[in-house]
């Protein structure tokens, strides 16, 4: 008798785990999600955030030493795949006009009168950019069945307490996503960067300056840093969240 309990306890435990894993996991799940709903209210609810699928937004962007201005542009993006840059560059009293697209899995530039097909070992860092930041800022695609999120817990950045999320969706990079325990707003994204050398380094986006834009709550500056060391600051103004843009937007030049 005693070996027949014995012998039912033993096959009942692969049973008990996968009935106990399940729950745990959702629980950590609806608690990753509670984090992300809490940016979304703090952003200005579900309602306004939806439209940042499409937007547009003026750039600034100067050395992170002594301030000096390296290029402005007028920009435009939608869904995480589709970017334009009308950029602006001075040096020498000489200007530069140049216009950066990324449509999806093609991508051009375009200056001088001339159009060129963006190189692959070229496009692909700079589409892995564009979702570190357009992720995190869109918010609700982070609900989404396809974003399976984990905990990275609690970590002080500059002088906030911060809460973070792993993001991980089939065919991209993990992204470390980091929001302010307080007001519940993004303040950092986090993520390793295959470089076409085959080397990889760790991009870091930090997020601040919240201003209102009709009701939504957005980000004005940002600071994007590589292996610890300050590429550039970032000034953003007029920024517009339309939902939708024409296809014709990112079409090439």
Do not use: C
């Not at 030493?65 to 390296?70: D, E, H, N, W």
Request: net charge neutral.
């Amino acid at each position: 008798m005693k070996t027949l309990l014995a012998r039912m306890i033993v096959l009942s435990l692969p049973v008990l785990v996968l009935i106990a894993v399940p729950s745990v996991r959702a629980d950590e799940t609806a608690d990753m999600r509670a984090i992300i709903d809490k940016a979304i209210r703090a952003s200005g609810g579900e309602a306004r955030v939806a439209k940042l699928r499409a937007v547009t937004w003026k750039t600034k962007v100067t050395a992170p030493t002594g301030g000096l201005p390296i290029y402005s542009d007028e920009s435009s993006a939608q869904d995480l795949d589709q970017y334009r840059a009308e950029i602006t560059a001075g040096e020498g009293g000489r200007v530069t006009n140049a216009i950066l697209l990324i449509n999806r899995k093609k991508g051009w530039f375009h200056t001088r009168g001339k159009t060129i097909d963006a190189p692959a070992d070229f496009l692909a860092p700079r589409r892995e950019i564009l979702y570190f930041l357009r992720l995190p800022e869109m918010l609700l695609p982070l609900k989404a069945g396809e974003s399976k999120l984990s905990p990275l817990g609690e970590v002080r950045i500059g002088e906030r307490l911060a809460v973070g999320v792993l993001v991980e969706r089939k065919g991209y990079t993990d992204l470390s996503v980091f929001f302010d325990k307080k007001t519940g707003l993004l303040v950092k994204t986090e993520a390793r960067l295959k470089l076409p050398d085959e080397r990889e380094v760790i991009v870091v986006f930090l997020v601040s300056d919240y201003k209102d834009f009709d009701g939504l709550k957005h980000f004005t500056q940002f600071t994007l840093e590589v292996d610890g060391a300050k590429l550039f600051d970032a000034e953003l103004s007029d920024i517009r969240a339309l939902g939708e843009l024409d296809d014709s937007v990112f079409a090439k030049p």
